[in-house]
């Protein structure tokens, strides 16, 4: 029975979602985001700006490398953010494939490579505008452009403040053309209380515009001051738990 299991599982397609990493300040948004779709079993193409590359070093003090970047993720997505602990080692490692943001030839630069869509986060501006636009400039821009032509969900995770009327005509195009655009915007109203919970909040909301099950947040249940009186309970009891009851995390009334 484990042996069919496992024939069955060699012989299921792969049907990866793509994460575009733009050069937008907010790298741990992306780390969660590929976390949480690993650990959901789903599989991943990668690919990272050469403007991202500079802001992971930024961020995180980690060099991304194509020759060395099966390492580099693992490092990137098992960094802790601030105070919050660090995550727990990320498994299944084996299912993200990297593409080169300069290798136009790659899978996903083609209608025909069978991918569930794309997750561009963050999205800075320039990527927004080549990808409204359909400059195509590099891989990511032609990979979104190709979600958007093939009627695939794509989720913009835009990271900029403030934003110019030119932006905002480019986001309002995206919408039109049937992209999720999604705001980097960290709710606080839920009691969170470190930073890691507010980028996973970010990342589960992304997660629920493309329909990919989580446990990122805790959700909203309609009871005002739900959470806090949660975390109460939390702390009284020794901090013990179920999954998915991040605490500080909830998405508001509204969302």
């Not at 575009?20 to 789903?42: F, H, I, K």
Request: hydrophobic share 45%; no cysteine.
């Amino acid at each position: 029975m484990a042996e069919s299991a496992a024939v069955q599982q060699q012989e299921r397609p792969r049907r990866p979602w793509v994460v575009g990493v733009s050069g937008a300040s907010g790298t741990p948004y992306a780390a969660s985001v590929v976390r949480a779709l690993l650990a959901a079993g789903e599989d991943v193409d990668l690919v990272v700006s050469r403007a991202a590359r500079l802001t992971i070093l930024d961020e995180t003090g980690i060099s991304f490398r194509d020759g060395h970047w099966r390492d580099d993720l693992g490092a990137w997505l098992a960094q802790g953010l601030g105070d919050s602990p660090a995550p727990e080692a990320p498994a299944g490692l084996d299912r993200v494939r990297y593409w080169p943001a300069g290798d136009l030839a790659a899978g996903p630069s083609s209608g025909s490579y069978p991918a569930k869509g794309m997750l561009v986060v963050p999205a800075s501006t320039a990527s927004v505008a080549g990808i409204a636009l359909g400059l195509s400039k590099d891989l990511l821009q032609r990979a979104a452009s190709v979600t958007l032509k093939e009627r695939r969900p794509l989720v913009v995770a835009v990271r900029e403040t403030p934003l110019n009327g030119q932006t905002l005509r480019q986001l309002v195009a995206l919408d039109e053309a049937g992209a999720v655009v999604l705001p980097a915007s960290p709710a606080f109203y839920a009691g969170g209380s470190t930073a890691q919970q507010l980028v996973d909040f970010v990342a589960g909301r992304v997660l629920d515009a493309a329909g990919v099950p989580h446990t990122l947040y805790r959700r909203w249940r309609g009871a005002l001051g739900g959470a806090r009186a949660e975390a109460a309970g939390h702390a009284a009891d020794g901090g013990s738990g179920g999954p998915g009851e991040r605490v500080g995390a909830a998405p508001g009334r509204g969302e």
